[in-house]
């Protein structure tokens, strides 16, 4: 089951953070850009245009929680591999980390290019759709579907057409819910037995209380709940899908956040991260 950094846990990744390697690194996630889009150096705020004014030498990040373990809350913190891999690409790339706004994942987007958050780190799908709206940074993850059901009850499907006549549900919002209505296109789901939720927390409750059958949802975090609820993966559909963080497009503190995960990539914390909250 996934865990939570302790606090020490996390000031040494702070640590390693301020003095990790310098070295620019090719591969991994890419360059993404040259780190010099902010003026004279990282997170001064004292240069001119965008990420270089008074102020923009703090970056606010936004998510969604209840997606355990990329985002969710455990005795009152807001924790998860999004939440610490978030905090530190924003402190490598010379930024601080401001107060994390914890909203509907709906609201993310709208929340970005209105200005009120400055990035999303929320296991966010990067598609050619939501590319017109924000930049993301190099993928970060990459990640399938699958189809969680009930342990506690009869329904075991193998594949879509399982899925027939049955309830499915999914996040609104979500690649969970583009797979659930792409069934419902296909014929396989009745769109009247479609169910969408503001998260998954509670489309997993619901699909315990027996109120729907199936829900649609990324594998690593089907995965989480299975090892914490009556709940199993039936099958998987491949999506093949890469998550990005996303910034504002004409903000050009993204090219600092790309060299910075590349950094996190070379130096090994990546693998920490991956083996604290998946393994």
Same mark, same amino acid.
């Given at each position: 089951m996934a865990r939570k950094f302790s606090m020490d846990r996390r000031a040494y990744l702070k640590t390693v953070g301020a003095a990790g390697t310098t070295a620019a690194v090719a591969g991994c996630l890419g360059n993404g850009g040259n780190g010099n889009g902010n003026g004279n150096g990282n997170g001064n705020g004292n240069g001119d245009g965008n990420?270089?004014?008074?102020?923009?030498? %703090? +970056?606010?990040?936004?998510?969604?929680? @209840?997606? !355990?373990? &990329?985002?969710?809350? /455990? *005795?009152?913190?807001?924790? @998860?591999?999004?939440?610490?891999?978030?905090? $530190?690409? +924003?402190?490598?790339?010379?930024?601080e980390a401001g107060d994390w706004v914890d909203i509907e &994942?709906?609201?993310? #987007?709208?929340?970005?290019?209105?200005g009120d958050i400055d990035l999303v780190?929320?296991?966010m799908t990067i598609t050619?759709?939501?590319?017109? /709206? +924000?930049?993301?940074?190099?993928?970060?993850?990459e990640a399938n579907q699958s189809v969680l059901v009930s342990s506690d009850r009869d329904f =075991? !499907?193998?594949? $879509?057409?399982?899925?027939?006549?049955? %309830? %499915?549900?999914? /996040?609104?919002?979500?690649?969970?819910?583009?797979?659930?209505?792409r069934l419902i296109e296909e014929g396989i789901v009745d769109g009247d037995d479609y169910r969408q939720y503001d998260n998954y927390t509670l489309a997993v409750e619901d699909l315990e209380n027996g109120n729907v059958d199936a829900i649609i949802i990324d594998v690593p975090v089907a995965n989480n709940f299975a090892d914490s609820r009556s709940v199993e993966v039936a099958f998987v559909i491949e999506t093949g899908e890469e998550y990005g963080l996303g910034m504002r497009q004409d903000?050009?503190? #993204?090219?600092? +956040?790309?060299?910075?995960?590349?950094? #996190?990539?070379?130096?090994?914390?990546?693998? *920490?991260? %991956? =083996?604290?909250?998946?393994?």
């Open positions: 990420g270089n004014g008074d102020g923009n030498d %703090v +970056i606010v990040p936004g998510t969604a929680s @209840g997606f !355990p373990p &990329f985002e969710y809350t /455990q *005795d009152g913190e807001l924790v @998860g591999f999004d939440v610490d891999l978030a905090e $530190e690409a +924003i402190t490598r790339a010379g930024y &994942f709906d609201s993310l #987007i709208p929340s970005l290019t209105g780190a929320a296991a050619d759709e939501r590319a017109e /709206q +924000i930049a993301f940074s190099n993928p970060y993850y =075991a !499907p193998e594949g $879509e057409s399982d899925l027939e006549g049955r %309830v %499915v549900g999914a /996040q609104s919002g979500t690649t969970g819910a583009s797979e659930a209505e903000d050009d503190r #993204i090219g600092d +956040i790309n060299d910075a995960l590349a950094e #996190i990539r070379e130096d090994g914390t990546y693998e *920490d991260l %991956v =083996a604290e909250y998946f393994e």
